[in-house]
């Protein structure tokens, strides 16, 4: 198997400028998302989807004041309180090509792969639609497509890899927020931003599916994040949904067992 190789995210330093959703799209050939006017946010597609591989989520922080104080607040009365101040939080999602992907696991039909390059990648063409990989992701990634019934989801651009090149997303990326490599070199490069970042006084800065040791073994797409998982609606906690499947195997085999054992004891002691 060739080197794994993975994304990491630095959304510390993501304008939101969605040229990597647009560059996604346009790659993959995806259709568009209904253009939904949501007026909730700026952010106009909403969540991950079967249309949407690449998701820059805006999240509205009232009270993160920016830098240099802006005249008024906003609230009409001039004082620049606090309470009307808005700073974002901007975060390119994406799937985390997970080391233990449950997606993977439960699909009946092998549309779900796992690559050379370690990638979870789903194959449109032999996928049937049944939709148990929908539910088997801890992070609601992949999705099915109304128009057509089948799943969708990110496939680190599979095809550009075998010629070579990087995804679309980390190529069209302005500020280098989404990097794309080797995990190995990734995990050294966050690491160092990490603590570039601490020393800088931005204690809250952390990694995000870096650790091989959370719920699903680490994942092939981290990030750095700026402040707790939810606040991006990231699961805190993410694990493996068939994690107990094994056991639950297990459980069902000696009770079969133990039935057919009854029956045959009825049976013989009947006769
Ligand atoms: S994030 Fe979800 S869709 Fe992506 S590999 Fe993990 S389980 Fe599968
Ligand atoms: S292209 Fe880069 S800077 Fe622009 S929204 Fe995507 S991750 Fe953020």
Not at 173 to 186: A, W
Not at 191 to 211: D, K, T, V, W
Not at 234 to 248: N, S
């Amino acid at each position: 198997m060739a080197e794994r190789m993975g994304f990491f995210t630095d959304t510390s330093v993501c304008i939101g400028c969605k040229a990597c959703e647009v560059a996604c799209k346009e790659w993959n050939d995806i259709p568009d998302d209904g253009f939904v006017f949501r007026a909730t946010s700026y952010d106009n597609t909403g969540s991950l989807g079967a249309s949407t591989w690449r998701h820059v989520a805006f999240i509205e922080q009232p009270g993160r004041a920016p830098a240099a104080p802006r005249q008024g607040d906003g609230d009409g009365d001039g004082d620049g309180g606090p309470e009307d101040i808005e700073g974002w939080l901007m975060s390119s999602d994406v799937c985390k090509h997970c080391t233990h992907a449950a997606c993977l696991d439960v699909c009946p039909t092998g549309a779900l792969f796992r690559t050379e390059f370690d990638t979870v990648v789903v194959q449109a063409d032999v996928c049937n639609g049944c939709g148990y990989c929908v539910p088997a992701c801890p992070y609601g990634v992949i999705e099915r497509r109304e128009r057509d019934g089948r799943a969708f989801k990110c496939t680190m651009c599979y095809d550009r890899q075998l010629g070579g090149l990087e995804p679309a997303c980390a190529k069209a990326c302005p500020t280098d927020s989404i990097q794309f490599g080797p995990l190995d070199e990734l995990h050294a490069r966050a690491g160092e931003r990490l603590e570039r970042l601490h020393s800088e006084g931005r204690q809250e800065a952390r990694l995000y599916g870096a650790s091989p040791d959370d719920g699903v073994g680490g994942a092939g797409a981290f990030f750095l994040l700026l402040a707790d998982p939810e606040v991006y609606g990231l699961p805190p906690d993410p694990v493996v949904t068939t994690r107990d499947l094994p056991a639950m195997w297990r459980w069902a085999g000696g009770a079969a067992l133990s039935l057919v054992g009854a029956v045959a004891v009825s049976f013989l002691s009947n006769r």
